[in-house]
């Protein structure tokens, strides 16, 4: 999802990037030619044997849409797999309905009738938690690892009235604006994992709080007569009654989960492209926006993504205005834009672009989180921080000029200490600013660092590992490492877990004549802080009374002395020595336009042992001594890393 502080941010962000900024997207902006690389469909080769060697469970609803009350009777058929090595007795089930906002009705789902089917009926006992907005399923037999059995359960859903939620009834018929909308609002199976056991999380109030597990899918959908409909996966079948219609849906490949989205208002315009069927669902309220750009943006975000992270591998994808108080959300082939977007674009508070870059951000989720899936609650950060990061990639690619990636950077600079690599239970308060600000900051950090071919490689080899999987942090971090082969824990533990970013200070300066070197002490002064140090390279320039000479690739590994070998031609004193920071320095700043720190407190003539180190005394904490030796001429350097003094403090 992107909610709204994420969406102020783009505003901002946006806002005074656009002033700069150049005509609306037109779909010969970019050449299919050059970005349609991998065929959409070749998905099957890579992927279905990711999901073709699992033994999923299987759902079969039928749903009808009650038009007057707002109301969903379904039927729900599960041949329910148990993959875990244990024995179940009892089956829980997500009744995530009740816990969504509401206006003068809350909505929840009444469970009529649950039974098993071997194959006759047999009833089945259960208990209803409303508050925790579950249901366990009580069996007669255990459910031995590796077998399944069929249940039918029989329900309504009772949709929230003036809902602004992931599910229910908004807008009028006066203006051409009533839909109802069917998402995460039947009863759905919890996950089982090794870490949690069943994950029987509520809908929580913080981020998108799911975590389904992939799942064979057929439904059919009752609908009255002229009604459109923007559902999940293939459109099998249409019966047209004297009153109602049946649509028959199929997804092409598993999904987490179905929604569907109605309207007796939406315009639809539809585009197959490379055997996938777009459609964009829109209001006629927003058509001076939506009107061909909805769909072309879906497009390319598609072909971008596709080409860049993996195949798609369904027939379908749909690009749906709802009424929803986040700016967009995710579901498998069907992603969500609020009109909250189109009515801020009418008054002129924001422009096209932001309809664009949430496009953008939900069709990356396809690949976060649909395909390679996660748990939403434990590391939300995991599929938020990669979609953003998505959406910084495709600017980047489209040429769009949107600053999102500079202002994120400047905020995580900037903003309060927040650990990453926590549940939001845990980080409530700081969720969104990890997840979405500082999660794609810490990714595109690595990016620089490693180089755009071996990154994107390492996200291709993550996607091909974990699509229609569960993923956690340690697998993205073992795909860079085996694409680069490398440790990578010197990268992902302090950024992942520590909560403060380094903040650089200069604890001496030592000039010594004789050697012509420089022996500098930079500490951190958040180092007590940290679980791990971080590591990471700048740029230090020495000012001399004749010149300034340039260091490159001067790392510092925490609190770090640091010699540097002036080159022999220097005939200066030094006068100031500047640690440097560029776009990408990941480091605490009082200041967003000031980057750099600087000294000119130089204490001359302290004896060094030009050969051999000293080892530093106390009272720091000294991390690497690195010497540099400058070359003839500035800017040219020679690097040798001589001693690692401190030992590794791992997590
Ligand atoms: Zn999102």
Redesign the pocket.
Known sequence: ??GYRFAILIMLVLGFSMLSQTSPFQMNDFSENEIIATPLQDADLILSENFEEMNLSSLDLSLYLNETDATVPGNLTIDFYNSDPVVFSSIPFHLYLSGMLAGDRLGYIEILNVSALTPSPVPLTFDVYSVDQLMWIHLIDDLQPNTSIILEIVFESVLPTDSSDRAGVSGTDIDSSKMYEFASAYPIPCVYDEYDGWNTDPYLDTG?PFYLDMAYYDFNLTLPNAMKVAATGELMGVDVGTTSTIYRYTPSAPVREITFCASRYYIIESQIYHGVNVSSYYLPESVSLWSSNGLAWGIRALSLFNNTFGPYPFTTLNIVEDSGFYY?M?YPCQVYLSNIINDRYQNEEITADVLDSVIA??V??QWW?HLVGNDEVDVGFL??GL??WSVYYYSEFYNLGWTGKEFDFISVRMIYPAKINQSIYDESSTYYFTA?DKTPVVLEKLRQIIGTADYLDSLRLFFTRFSFRLAFLPDLQTAFEDQLNRDLDWFFVPMFDNAYLPEYSFQSVFYNSSSNSLVLVIEDLNEGFHIRRYTQNFTVEVETTDETIEFTDVQLYGTTEVILSLPESSTGTPTTVILLYDDYSLVQLDDPLVHFISTSNITNDTPINSTTPSTPEPPWDPGLTIYILAGAGIGVIALAIVALVQKKNRS
């Open positions: 999802m992107k998108d967009g995710e951000h939900e990356a989720h989180y599929d938020e979609a953003v979405y």
